[in-house]
């Protein structure tokens, strides 16, 4: 469990477009609660804003571009990428132009200011995307092919083949947010020297030069063609016959890989919550990388509320022992078995549904099936916890069940399957009322879903 995040302050960054050649100017303020990642342009009439998520990417050619209605902004994944990686849920990306500033090519500073202004933890909690089972995608055209597992954590793996003599095979790995800053936002973007005059023909990089860039010159041209190239691009004359990176040392030896995780954790950003799970890309690029974001994008939206992790060999925060000090309720009608997590607005219990339940001798013997309302009613025990962990003394008070609303029941619950609750205050509690919001689910499918709402009376 964690809470949002957003920054302490704002800060300016100022530099040409990668692509426009445009003088920009990006400022990165804090936002509210649930306001998640918007990127404002203020150089238009009314300053409209875009959301940084999946369904909003409208192009992916040098970069990943976000657009709505008419509006659009490009090159957004080296800032998506350092707002990921340092926890950011809401921003707002104030900026002057149809893209953001490339910079030195690399998410460098970003990071630095990150770090510079702080960050600000928020009240409201985080929602996690928990990757419970296998997904992949793969682009068959480009070969380009990502591949997500479960894991306890947040990590990637990436690797690289540009069939170069320069550039051929590159591995790179992130197992540790905390190492971003230092492993992977110093590295730069990059350009082969044979895709220059193609990109400049289309109208890219205008901005473009030695200094925002590797430049990987790998195929010999003829001097006269290399000379021409270098004046188009306002950049020194070289020996056409000297192949390597002519844009000076690499920063790290396999940094062209490390950049691509770059891009891959920004463009993974637009699924807009944190990942718990493990990443592994083979030739990723931003059309694979968001096409893969659009698709988790859609599993989210099918299931609006995420299942908690549930690791039975975790220490519960508190046991049936420490359930009875806090409830007043007994076999057979103690329906919660323990408390895996449990915050002022937040609380996760578990049932362990046995064939041995008194109701499972009528409900119903050939086909036993646990009962709707007992659901609802372990779900309701749940929340007690949640609203007596709100008072002093909890021990002196008791919970009571006073309306139930929007109640559904989607799967049938049956022995053998391990109930997990999760519920959630819909709003603060005042005067003793309690409202939440109440999901069941057994797996990754929810069972049973309410709103329910209760009343914290003090025990004569």
């Not at 992916?60 to 571009?65: A, F, H, L, P, Q």
Request: net charge negative.
């Amino acid at each position: 469990m964690a809470n949002q995040r957003t920054l302490k302050d704002s800060f300016t960054l100022r530099s040409k477009g990668l692509h426009t050649g445009m003088d920009i100017t990006l400022k990165v303020c804090p936002a509210p609660e649930n306001y998640g990642i918007k990127v404002k342009r203020v150089d238009l009439e009314g300053a409209p804003e875009i959301a940084a998520l999946a369904e909003n990417v409208d192009g992916t050619n040098r970069g990943t571009v976000i657009k709505k209605g008419d509006v659009a902004v490009s090159t957004i994944e080296h800032a998506m990428s350092a707002l990921f990686a340092y926890g950011i849920d809401n921003a707002i990306l104030e900026v002057n132009a149809p893209e953001l500033p490339i910079l030195d090519g690399s998410a460098k500073f970003y990071a630095e200011n990150i770090e510079k202004v702080g960050i600000q933890e928020q009240n409201a909690e985080k929602t996690f995307y928990v990757v419970k089972q296998r997904t992949e995608y793969l682009d068959e055209k480009s070969g380009s092919k990502i591949i997500l597992l479960p894991d306890n954590h947040f990590s990637l793996s990436v690797g690289v083949d540009f069939n170069s003599p320069i550039l051929n095979n590159q591995f790179a790995e992130l197992d540790d947010m905390e190492k971003y800053s230092e492993e992977i936002a110093p590295c730069r973007t990059f350009v082969f020297v044979r895709e220059i005059e193609p990109l400049l023909k289309a109208n890219y990089i205008k901005g473009g030069d030695l200094d925002n860039a590797i430049v990987i010159y790998d195929k010999e041209m003829s001097q006269e063609d290399f000379d021409n190239l270098a004046k188009v691009t306002g950049t020194k004359q070289m020996d056409s016959k000297k192949l390597g990176y002519i844009s000076g040392p690499l920063r790290f030896n396999n940094e062209p890989a490390r950049h691509k995780l770059l891009d891959l954790i920004g463009d993974l950003a637009l699924i807009g919550m944190p990942i718990i799970g493990k990443v592994i890309a083979l030739k990723p690029g931003h059309t694979t990388n968001t096409a893969f974001a659009k698709k988790i994008r859609h599993a989210i939206k099918r299931q609006d509320v995420m299942p908690p992790i549930y690791d039975p060999n975790k220490e519960p925060v508190y046991d049936i022992n420490g359930i009875k000090k806090l409830l007043p309720h007994r076999w057979p009608f103690q329906l919660v078995d323990k408390i895996t997590e449990l915050s002022k607005s937040h609380v996760v219990g578990v049932k362990n549904v046995t064939g041995t339940e008194a109701w499972f001798v009528g409900h119903f013997p050939d086909e036993p099936v646990m009962p709707g309302v007992l659901i609802v009613e372990a779900m309701a025990q749940t929340g007690g916890i949640l609203a007596l962990c709100n008072v002093d003394e909890p021990e002196k008070y008791s919970t009571y069940f006073t309306k139930m609303n929007e109640v559904r029941f989607r799967n049938k619950v049956v022995p053998g399957d391990t109930l997990i609750f999760s519920l959630q205050l819909l709003e603060p509690i005042r005067r003793g009322i309690v409202h939440m919001k109440c999901t069941a689910f057994v797996g990754d499918k929810i069972t049973t879903e309410a709103d329910l709402q209760a009343i914290i009376i003090k025990n004569k």
